[in-house]
């Protein structure tokens, strides 16, 4: 290997040895950050610096800042939220994506960031089992995977009433239907926000107890209106894990013409567990999805997918052109023709890593142990007296309630307490949610 100049190898080694200890003592860190925000905050806080540091100074500086408001969210106790675990495998891939510094923008400026997503963008389709003529932009997560989506539904369905939405924008247009279920993740409802969607403009679709949406619900929605329609759809309820019933309503949405959306940033990943890919049956049905690469697939943060059957619908989404850049093209695929940015991190790489090394099987194993830990810890927590397990336990999430069988005001404020307690102590770590009122 070529020698780097001293003082940079000492830091990068310097760095490494940090990111090794901190990763080697992460099983008896406590499961929660020592500091509060506010207490972080006042440790960090500090004037603008007058003169520079020595890079090996600000590497220590920084480690010991940053080290007691650091969440433990790599540990085995984490259960909080739906938050990946940064595998070594994927952090070690994007350590060299920092240390090549490529900007990931077009093939031309990074020709291996470039083939290192479109190689990873088709084993991610055949794992998932959507078509292998879709195309995947590299996004930040499912909040912006959702936006390109449904960024290409509305220019789609508008293109199809005759409305060019590129030239004509959206002032002015037909107008949208866009169906949401009850229990929908909130970023899709951002997304929409971001695309011109008021809240008021969305018709909200019934669920049911687990918060799958009702094929009954779906139909008289689809039915209620006529012109273009945008139907968004779940795989993986964020408290429930349930599967909206994508082999009943898909269907009914084609033939009503609307574009079918998927939010599935965690639940697509079903589709890779042969055990579990019933439960996202029909999901490959839908027009887009939406994924995150930084919850199951365990890359270091950020990483997501925004994924569309229609190639040219995707690129007309969020593609643009500027003199000075490659013009947009199918075969020579640009990593920013599929993603609202231009310059951007070389996220191929950690995603390739990741792949590359859980394989298809890995991948299975990953997400077919995560579920059958679930169930092994509803089921015994369940048989503990004053404690409820409250969804059907199907994939990864569990959701509990404190305070007996019937649930009471009570048993809410205990359950919230429960869930302070769980956390000062530390021992592991898991979150509150709402569900169901309760
Ligand atoms: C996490 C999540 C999102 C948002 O994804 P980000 O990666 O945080 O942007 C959207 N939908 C569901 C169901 C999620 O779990």
Redesign the pocket.
């Known amino acids: 290997m070529a020698k780097a100049d001293p003082r940079t190898a000492a830091l990068l080694r310097r760095a490494a040895v940090h990111a090794i200890a901190y990763r080697g003592a992460i099983t008896k860190r406590l499961q929660r950050p020592v500091q509060s925000y506010s207490e972080a905050l006042a440790a960090w806080d500090m004037p603008t610096p007058p003169r520079g540091r020595a890079n090996r100074a600000v590497l220590d500086e920084l480690v010991r800042r940053a080290d007691p408001g650091l969440h433990a969210t790599t540990g085995p106790r984490f259960y909080g939220w ?1 938050i990946g675990g940064s595998h070594p495998a994927g952090v070690a891939a994007d350590w060299m994506t920092s240390a090549w510094g490529q900007n990931a923008g077009n093939h031309h400026a990074a020709p291996a960031a470039a083939a290192a997503e479109t190689v990873s963008s088709r084993w991610l389709l055949d794992i998932l089992g959507l078509p292998a003529k879709a195309s995947v932009g590299f996004v ?5 995977a ?1 936006f390109v989506g449904l960024g290409a539904a509305r220019a789609e369905v508008l293109r199809r009433a005759g409305w060019d939405l590129e030239a004509n924008g959206l002032f002015g247009a037909p107008h949208v239907r866009v169906l949401l279920g009850r229990d929908a ?1 909130v ?2 409802q951002a997304a929409l926000q971001y695309l011109g969607f008021g809240q008021r403009q969305i018709v909200v679709v019934d669920t049911d107890a687990e918060g799958r949406m009702r094929v009954d619900a779906a139909k008289a929605a689809l039915g209620a209106g006529k012109g273009p329609c945008i139907l968004a759809l ?1 795989a ?3 408290n429930s894990g349930a599967f909206d019933p994508f082999r009943r309503i898909i269907p009914l949405a084609r033939a009503a013409g609307a574009w079918v959306h998927i ?1 599935g ?3 697509l990943w079903a589709k890779a567990a042969p055990a579990r890919a019933h439960l996202a049956g029909g999901v490959e049905l839908a027009d887009s999805w ?1 994924t ?1 690469g ?2 199951w697939l365990q890359t270091p943060y ?1 990483c ?1 997918f925004a994924i569309v059957r229609d190639p040219e619908a995707h690129r007309r989404a969020v593609a643009f052109g500027a003199s000075y850049l490659p013009p947009v093209t199918e075969s020579e695929r640009d990593p920013t023709h599929y993603v609202p940015e231009l310059s951007r991190r070389a996220r191929g790489f950690a995603a390739w890593a990741m792949l590359r090394h859980l394989g298809r099987a890995g991948v299975a194993d990953l997400v077919e142990r995560n579920c059958q830990l679930a169930r092994l810890i509803a089921g015994g927590v369940a048989k503990e007296p004053g404690i409820a397990v409250v969804n059907k336990v199907v994939l990864n999430q569990v959701v509990l309630r404190f305070g007996g069988d019937v649930p009471t005001k009570i048993g809410d404020e205990l359950t919230q307490r429960t869930i302070a307690r769980l956390q000062q102590d530390g021992t592991c770590f898991a979150g509150g949610s709402r569900w169901r009122d309760r």
């Open positions: 739906v930040t997560g499912a909040t912006m959702n993740h970023t899709v779940q993986g309820q964020i939010d940033a965690f639940g939406a995150d930084h919850k950020d997501g």
